[in-house]
C-alpha cells in the first residue's frame, strides 16, 4: 500500500466559490463580493481597476454560488457517500467579523460553521479549514488600504483567535492564508490591494505579504496555544517552472520563478526570509518592513505542513518575446510544446506534479498536503441525465498516480489530497460557472440561471472506488 492509513481523500472548496447567501445572517461586504462575471474582472481582481461596490448592470456569480449557505447538508451527504475523510472549506471573514474591526463576531456566523463542522463530524469528515481564502472586509480595506497597513494584522489574528477557539475539538486541521504567493498576481483579491496611480507597486505588495506572514505566524503560535493537536499549515500555489530551453539564462529565469513563489514558504515553513529574497527586494527599490520581534516570531512559529495547489507546470524564457504565453492559474507561462491544455489553455503535466512534489518535500522535508488538483472542464448532460466525465477522470487518475510515485517510489511524507472544486463551483479566475472542477454537478450557468439542483457525474464513482481502495484502484 502506497499511501498510509487515515490518508486524508477529499475535496475542496471556498465560501466565496460556493456559499451565496452573501447577505445573509448578517454577513458583510467583501472584496470577492465585488468581483464580476465578464471583462473587469482581472483588472479588479489585479487592483488595477478600482471599485468600492458593486456596480449596477454588472452580474456578480458569487452573490449566490451554488448556495451551499443552503444546502450544505445535502452536499457534505454526498461527500460522504464519496467516502470523504476530509472537507476543505474555507470561512467568510465578513460572516464572523461583517466589517472585520467589531470586538464581538457574530454568533450567526460561527453558527453556520459549527453546523457545517458537526455535520462532516457525523460522517467522520475531518474539517480541513483555510481561514483566509481570498477574502477581506471591505470595510477594512477602506480604511487601511487592505493589507499594507499593519492594522490588518490585529484584525486577522483576532478573526483567527475566534475560530480556534469556538472550534476547539471540532477542527484540527487549518490553513493560514490561501495560496500565499497570490498576492504578486493578484492583489486585490489576495491582500486586498488597490493601486494609486504612481504607487510603488511592488512595495505594497511586499508590505502586504509581511504582514500576511507576520500574521500567519501570529495565528500559529496561538492555534498551538489554544489547542496543541491543532495542525497549522502553509499554502502555494505551486507548479514548478520549467526553463525553456537549456540554455543557461533559460535555466536561471526558471530558477528565479520558482523562488520568487517559495520565498513565501520559505518564511513559513523555515522560519526566515531567505538571503536571496532580501537581496532581490532591495534590487527592486522596495523593503520588508520588519519590526521588532518580527524575525523572532516568524523564527519561532513555523508551520505543521506544507499545502499546497498544483494544476500545471509552467515554462520560463529568459526572453520575453520567445515563445507564446499562456495561462496558468493566474501565473503567465510560456507554451510547453510537450503538453497538451485544457480548455482554458492550462497545460497538463501529471509528472510535473511529481517533480513539484519532490521539490517541495526536498526544499522543506515537512508533511506535504495537496489541497488543490483538478480539471476544469465544460459538461454536458446526456439525455438520459448522464454526465459522462471520462476526461476529468482520465485527469485525475494520472494525477493521482503521480501522486503515488512521489510516495512510493521516492519517499515522500504525503497526508493527503483534495480535488479542487469537488461540489462545481464560481471559478476564481472567470467568474464562471461553466469551468467545472465537481464530481457533483450544480445546475446553474454563467449568468446565474438553473435550477440549482446536484446531479453526480462518472467521476463521483469513480472517486468513490479510488478513495475505498486507498488510491489503489485508479
Ligand atoms: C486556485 C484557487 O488558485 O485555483 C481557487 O485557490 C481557484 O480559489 C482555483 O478556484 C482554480 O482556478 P479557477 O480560475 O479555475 O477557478
Same mark, same amino acid.
Given at each position: 500500500m502506497s499511501f498510509k492509513e487515515g490518508f486524508l481523500w477529499g475535496g475542496a472548496t471556498a465560501a466565496n466559490q460556493v456559499e451565496g447567501g452573501v447577505a445573509e445572517d448578517g454577513r458583510g461586504l467583501a472584496n470577492v463580493d465585488l468581483m464580476p462575471h465578464g471583462?473587469?474582472?482581472?483588472?479588479?481582481?489585479?487592483?488595477?481597476?478600482?471599485?468600492?461596490?458593486?456596480?449596477?448592470? &454588472?452580474?456578480?456569480?458569487?452573490?449566490?454560488?451554488?448556495?451551499?449557505?443552503?444546502?450544505?447538508?445535502?452536499?457534505?451527504a454526498l461527500m460522504a457517500e464519496m467516502g470523504f475523510r476530509t472537507f476543505r472549506l474555507s470561512i467568510a471573514w465578513t460572516r464572523i467579523f461583517p466589517?472585520?474591526? =467589531?470586538?464581538?463576531?457574530? =454568533? &450567526?456566523?460561527l453558527k453556520f460553521y459549527e453546523n457545517i463542522f458537526k455535520e462532516c463530524k457525523k460522517h467522520d469528515i475531518e474539517p480541513l479549514v483555510t481561514i483566509c481564502h481570498f477574502d477581506c472586509p471591505m470595510h477594512l480595506i477602506e480604511k487601511f488600504g487592505g493589507w499594507r497597513d499593519r492594522k490588518m494584522i490585529e484584525q486577522y489574528v483576532k478573526l483567527a483567535r475566534t475560530l480556534f477557539t469556538?472550534?476547539?475539538?471540532?477542527?484540527?486541521?487549518?490553513?493560514?492564508?490561501? =495560496?500565499?504567493?497570490?498576492? %504578486?498576481?493578484?492583489?486585490?483579491?489576495? &491582500?486586498? %490591494?488597490?493601486?494609486n496611480q504612481n504607487e510603488n507597486e511592488y512595495q505594497a505588495m511586499i508590505t502586504a505579504a509581511h504582514h500576511e506572514l507576520v500574521a500567519s505566524a501570529l495565528a500559529t503560535r496561538i492555534g498551538h496555544e489554544i489547542d496543541p493537536e491543532n495542525r497549522i499549515g502553509c499554502m502555494l500555489a505551486a507548479?514548478?517552472?520549467?526553463?525553456?530551453?537549456? +540554455?543557461?539564462?533559460?535555466?536561471?529565469?526558471?530558477?528565479?520563478?520558482? +523562488?520568487?513563489?517559495?520565498?513565501?514558504i520559505d518564511v513559513q515553513s523555515k522560519g526566515a526570509y531567505p538571503s536571496y529574497a532580501l537581496k532581490w527586494i532591495e534590487q527592486n527599490h522596495a523593503h520588508v518592513p520588519f519590526e521588532k520581534g518580527d524575525? =523572532?516570531?516568524?523564527?519561532?512559529?513555523?508551520?505543521?505542513?506544507?499545502?499546497?495547489?498544483?494544476y500545471s507546470s509552467r515554462v520560463s524564457s529568459a526572453d520575453p518575446k520567445n515563445g507564446q504565453q499562456t495561462e496558468s492559474n493566474i501565473f503567465a507561462s510560456v507554451i510547453n510544446p510537450f503538453l497538451e491544455s485544457s480548455e482554458w489553455g492550462w497545460q497538463i503535466d501529471p509528472l510535473g506534479f511529481r517533480i513539484t512534489i519532490n521539490e517541495l518535500y526536498d526544499r522543506y522535508q515537512k508533511p506535504l498536503f495537496v489541497v488543490e488538483n483538478g480539471l476544469g472542464a465544460k459538461d454536458t448532460i446526456a439525455s438520459n441525465g448522464a454526465i459522462q466525465d471520462d476526461y476529468r477522470i482520465d485527469y485525475l487518475r494520472k494525477h493521482i498516480q503521480a501522486m503515488k510515485d512521489a510516495v512510493e517510489k521516492d519517499g515522500v511524507d504525503l497526508i493527503g489530497y483534495t480535488t479542487w472544486g469537488c461540489i462545481d463551483l464560481i471559478s476564481n479566475g472567470t467568474g464562471e460557472m461553466e469551468k467545472r472542477y465537481g464530481f457533483i454537478y450544480v445546475d446553474r450557468d454563467n449568468l446565474g440561471n438553473g435550477t440549482l439542483k446536484r446531479i453526480k457525474k462518472k467521476s463521483f464513482y469513480w472517486y468513490k472506488d479510488?478513495?475505498?481502495?486507498n488510491g489503489e484502484i485508479l
Open positions: 471583462k473587469d474582472r482581472y483588472s479588479i481582481g489585479t487592483g488595477k481597476k478600482i471599485v468600492h461596490a458593486c456596480e449596477e448592470g &454588472a452580474y456578480y456569480p458569487s452573490h449566490q454560488a451554488v448556495d451551499f449557505y443552503h444546502n450544505y447538508v445535502q452536499d457534505i466589517n472585520g474591526d =467589531e470586538e464581538q463576531p457574530n =454568533e &450567526a456566523g469556538r472550534y476547539k475539538g471540532l477542527v484540527k486541521y487549518w490553513i493560514t492564508f490561501n =495560496e500565499i504567493n497570490m498576492i %504578486l498576481h493578484f492583489p486585490f483579491v489576495a &491582500a486586498g %490591494l488597490r493601486f507548479g514548478t517552472y520549467y526553463p525553456q530551453t537549456c +540554455r543557461p539564462e533559460d535555466y536561471w529565469k526558471a530558477l528565479c520563478d520558482n +523562488r520568487e513563489s517559495y520565498m513565501f524575525k =523572532e516570531l516568524l523564527q519561532d512559529n513555523t508551520v505543521d505542513f506544507i499545502s499546497f495547489s498544483y479510488v478513495i475505498a481502495s
